[in-house]
């Protein structure tokens, strides 16, 4: 028979033995510091419910700019980073603060404009040649000026235009610092056009007059890797954890979660791990 005192000796044993217990034992958590466009398009929404009940464990999500969300890897305060912005990704890895970088998937960008068009590009499968024409005419730009993928794609384009943005751009060129949500949402209430990946825009439904202006050009592809922080760097990270994540992702299971994930039967992201040039 249990008697009250048994009742609380077991109570204080159970206690004393969840204390001794690592972290990792008691919760089954990682951190993933990732870009806006995984965020707000709705996929992490779709793919980590799948995720935790296949493995358990809870993937708690930091959504910032690719910039930013390195920045979080290179302090430690991630597990796992999963941005889109190769160059920096591969710099990343290459300064000791990721372990590898794998390919999980792509999309593309686009440039959305208002309906009216005022810089006349609509249709236009050139989009060094519709950014021109944006900067000649001086139609509304929004520049997200946040240092994510989504901003660093965009400065790369002007580069390939052949103009020098910081030097040639004037009142009709607003960079805001802020998301890709926000963003869309200046250029909707402002008429102006704005470069958004794919997926945020199929998501984005405070859309208002705007519509996309350009896409299909070649140099609009958007691809998307993961990395997990280099725990040599920081001892505080679950490499473990970390690398199940990864390793789903980029599975054949990870994979068509990705590949299921639409909006109105549309597909937002393409999945190619099995690139080895991604």
């Given at each position: 028979?249990?008697?009250?005192?048994?009742?609380?000796?077991?109570?204080?044993?159970?206690?004393?033995?969840?204390?001794?217990?690592?972290?990792?034992?008691?919760?089954?958590?990682?951190?993933?510091?990732?870009?806006?466009?995984?965020?707000?398009?709705g996929?992490?929404?779709?793919?980590?419910?799948?995720?935790?009940?296949?493995?358990?464990?809870?993937?708690?999500?930091?959504?910032?700019?690719t910039?930013?969300?390195?920045?979080?890897?290179?302090?430690g305060?991630?597990?796992?980073?999963?941005?889109?912005?190769?160059?920096q990704?591969?710099?990343?890895?290459?300064?000791?603060?990721?372990?590898?970088?794998?390919a999980?998937?792509?999309?593309?960008?686009?440039?959305?404009?208002?309906?009216?068009d005022?810089?006349?590009?609509?249709?236009?499968?050139?989009?060094?040649?519709?950014?021109?024409?944006?900067?000649?005419?001086?139609?509304?730009?929004?520049?997200?000026?946040?240092?994510?993928?989504?901003?660093?794609?965009?400065?790369?384009l002007?580069?390939?235009?052949?103009?020098?943005i910081?030097?040639?751009?004037?009142?009709?060129?607003?960079?805001?610092?802020?998301?890709?949500g926000?963003?869309?949402?200046?250029?909707?209430?402002?008429?102006?056009?704005?470069?958004?990946?794919?997926?945020?825009?199929?998501?984005?439904?405070?859309?208002?007059?705007?519509?996309?202006?350009?896409?299909?050009?070649?140099?609009?592809?958007?691809?998307?890797?993961?990395?997990?922080?280099?725990?040599?760097?920081?001892?505080s990270?679950?490499k473990?954890?970390?690398?199940?994540?990864?390793?789903?992702?980029?599975?054949?299971?990870?994979?068509?979660?990705?590949?299921?994930?639409?909006?109105?039967?549309?597909?937002?992201?393409?999945?190619?791990a099995k690139?080895?040039?991604a």
């Amino acid at each position: 028979m249990l008697t009250r005192r048994t009742l609380i000796a077991a109570t204080a044993i159970g206690a004393l033995l969840l204390g001794a217990m690592p972290a990792s034992a008691q919760e089954k958590s990682i951190v993933v510091s990732s870009t806006t466009s995984t965020q707000d398009s709705g996929l992490f929404g779709h793919i980590l419910p799948l995720f935790k009940a296949k493995t358990g464990i809870d993937v708690k999500v930091v959504s910032q700019g690719t910039g930013q969300a390195l920045d979080t890897g290179r302090r430690g305060d991630a597990d796992v980073v999963f941005v889109h912005a190769r160059a920096q990704e591969e710099k990343f890895v290459a300064d000791g603060f990721g372990v590898k970088r794998f390919a999980v998937m792509y999309n593309d960008f686009v440039l959305i404009g208002p309906k009216g068009d005022p810089a006349g590009i609509k249709d236009t499968k050139d989009i060094t040649a519709a950014l021109k024409t944006i900067k000649d005419k001086g139609a509304p730009f929004i520049s997200r000026g946040d240092k994510s993928g989504t901003h660093s794609a965009e400065l790369n384009l002007w580069k390939a235009t052949g103009i020098d943005i910081a030097k040639d751009k004037g009142p009709w060129y607003k960079e805001i610092g802020q998301g890709m949500g926000a963003a869309l949402n200046t250029a909707s209430a402002s008429n102006a056009y704005v470069l958004a990946d794919r997926g945020t825009w199929l998501s984005f439904k405070n859309r208002g007059d705007l519509i996309i202006a350009v896409e299909g050009d070649k140099r609009l592809f958007n691809q998307y890797g993961v990395m997990l922080v280099n725990p040599a760097k920081h001892p505080s990270v679950k490499k473990d954890l970390g690398q199940q994540f990864i390793d789903w992702l980029v599975s054949a299971e990870g994979q068509k979660a990705i590949t299921d994930y639409k909006i109105n039967g549309e597909q937002l992201f393409y999945p190619n791990a099995k690139d080895a040039s991604a």
